[in-house]
């Protein structure tokens, strides 16, 4: 993809089989130093909550996980390491699948709202904020991925259209014409932080 604001081009999605509760995480290259930092990351966010891994299971890249340095992460956590085997995507088709839902529903925010591509990486954390928010047959009862890892309903009240018109206020030590100057900048809204709900990413 075209590199973005923060350089970024590329992503990588770990995804809970049980739950299907999905985190991306946004890569400048697919070094094993980088991919092995980012899996760290999320090993840590998911121990602190109080779940353990299993299993690891993903494409055989040999660039990104078949070596060394991630191998070593694994193993010193007793992680069963599960590759599919050469050019067989489709036998780790979970990830497969949500790689293409969530492009697709970036892309289709990204359309609606003109956004600059600049700003993919905000699409696709918006689209996977969503995505674990929204109902999946994958699910009993076509609960949402966040009901089935958190056991309650997630709060929607605070969604807002991507892209849409935002203002940010400003202090009255930065306003630069105190009687008439402007009180607030306009803005775009590009998405969330993390599960809070009165935080936006502006």
């Given at each position: 993809m075209k590199h973005s604001n923060s350089g970024a081009q590329y992503y990588i999605i770990y995804?809970?089989?049980?739950?299907?509760?999905?985190e991306v995480y946004f890569l400048v290259t697919k070094s094993a130093e980088e991919i092995s930092a980012k899996f760290w990351h999320y090993q840590a966010r998911v121990e602190a909550q109080g779940f353990h891994f299993k299993r690891f299971r993903s494409?055989?890249?040999s660039g990104e996980y078949s070596n060394s340095m991630f191998l070593g992460i694994l193993g010193e956590k007793g992680i069963t390491y599960e590759p599919s085997p050469p050019y067989t995507q489709h036998k780790d088709g979970t990830a497969e699948r949500m790689i293409q839902t969530l492009n697709t529903k970036a892309r289709s925010m990204m359309w609606d709202a003109n956004v600059p591509i600049q700003f993919w990486p905000e699409a696709i954390r918006t689209a996977c904020y969503l995505h674990r928010r929204s109902p999946t047959?994958?699910?009993s009862a076509n609960r949402s991925p966040y009901?089935?890892?958190y056991g309650s309903v997630p709060q929607i009240g605070h969604l807002r259209q991507f892209g849409c018109r935002a203002y940010i206020h400003i202090p009255p030590v930065q306003r630069t014409e105190k009687k008439f100057g402007n009180r607030s900048?306009?803005?775009m809204m590009l998405g969330y932080v993390h599960n809070t709900t009165k935080i936006l990413r502006i």
């Open positions: 995804i809970d089989d049980c739950t299907r509760y999905t494409d055989n890249g047959s994958s699910l009901e089935a890892l900048n306009m803005c």
